[in-house]
């Protein structure tokens, strides 16, 4: 779509064109001066110096203070404005004349994956001048309590065959290469898991069921109860017993906070680790555990990083078929199961556990949304 991005100087007159929308069915008495939202992204968030603003030439100066490339737009009353990509530390502009009535302000990078991690806000534009309070975060007052009421759940149980991967290179060596170049010091990490990490073609058959429910209710009161049991290549029965959800979010890497619904992310989307094919999710998250090995306690705080993703690995011999994987139906379970935070490994290959259940299915639960 085409957009239009202007630096706007003191006194600057900005003439009513494509990009606005005359305000009022009478003519203005003479041109405005546009007014000026300042616009903060970062992960995961839109914050607007202000939650209102008059009717007529407004102009966004965007700043991105994050660690990775955003985006920003401007949706509704009839205008769908964007500046696609704002590096982290840059800053750009882009000047509309709005209508009175409510718009919808938020990142659009990765097909809204961002939008979808919290990165979207409203913009109130009302007549003459009674605006809200500015300051950034003052456009989250109003619109803080209607997120809150907004909960979804989801039911899922695994099922098809099940496989545990095991340690291995990466199958994609010249898809990752170029996507590494752009790290900096998490580089090292990734290039290690390249050469012998969890997303191998090193597969086993494998048993076992998984069925959980989440819960998103926003950020710190997201939700998950489940429980995994499954047997490994060594004949070990494990059990995982999920009670509670991970919420700190990490730029780059696979542990978001909250629970997360219909997400395209991963491969080259710039959502968290580029390691991983591009995938589709209808659920994703990351959550405490309790674990069990034949029926004795190994840890109360293992990391459980669970997605229920377009499908990535081909029936026969399940090694993965697609770099791109975002179009396939969307049934394949993944259980990853690290460590706790200072834990000693465990007692499998690689020090971990990788299970996916490959042809799973979700649900709305009665009374869950």
């Known amino acids: 779509m085409d957009r239009k991005s202007h630096g706007i100087r003191a006194g600057t007159v900005v003439a009513l064109g494509v990009l606005g929308v005359v ?44 660690s990775i490339p955003h985006g920003f737009e401007v949706e509704g009353q009839g205008i769908e404005q964007e500046i696609e990509t704002i590096q ?67 039911r899922v149980t695994g099922g098809g065959p099940v496989i545990q991967i095991l340690p291995g290179p990466f199958p994609f060596p010249d898809s990752a290469a170029p996507i590494l170049a752009a790290f900096g010091d998490e580089r090292e990490g990734l290039e290690s898991q390249v050469k012998n990490g969890p997303y191998s073609n090193n597969v086993v058959m494998s048993s076992g069921t998984f069925t959980f429910t989440a819960w998103d209710k926003g950020a710190v009161r997201d939700s998950v109860a489940g429980v995994a049991e499954f047997a490994t290549q060594d004949g070990a029965r494990w059990k995982l017993v999920m009670d509670r959800v991970q919420t700190k979010d990490v730029p780059h890497h696979p542990r978001f906070g909250g629970v997360i619904m219909g997400l395209y992310y991963h491969g080259v989307t710039q959502v968290h680790t580029p390691l991983v094919p591009t995938i589709n999710s209808a659920v994703a998250l990351w959550a405490f555990g309790h674990l069990y090995k034949n029926d004795v306690l190994v840890t109360d705080k293992a990391m459980v990083h669970v997605m229920l993703l377009s499908r990535t690995r081909r029936d026969g011999d399940f090694a993965l078929t697609c770099w791109d994987c975002s179009k396939n139906k969307i049934e394949e379970l993944q259980l990853q199961i690290l460590p706790g935070l200072g834990e000693p490994k465990f007692d499998a290959p690689g020090g971990f556990l990788f299970v996916n259940w490959e042809k799973s299915s979700s649900r709305q639960p009665a009374g869950g949304m």
């Open 23 to 66: 305000v009022g069915a009478a003519a203005r008495p003479h041109l405005d001066v546009a007014a000026q939202v300042s616009v903060k992204l970062s992960e995961w968030n839109v914050a607007l110096s202000q939650a209102s603003v008059a009717a007529g030439p407004v102009t966004f100066v965007i700043t991105n203070a994050g």
């Open 88 to 154: 982290p530390g840059a800053s750009d502009t882009l000047t509309l004349t709005l209508k009175t009535g409510s718009y919808h302000v938020y990142c659009p990078v990765g097909e809204d994956s961002h939008k979808k991690l919290g990165m979207d806000t409203h913009l109130k534009v009302v007549s003459g001048s009674s605006q809200a309070p500015s300051g950034y975060g003052a456009s989250e007052m109003g619109e803080s309590h209607m997120k809150a009421e907004r909960v979804q759940a989801i």
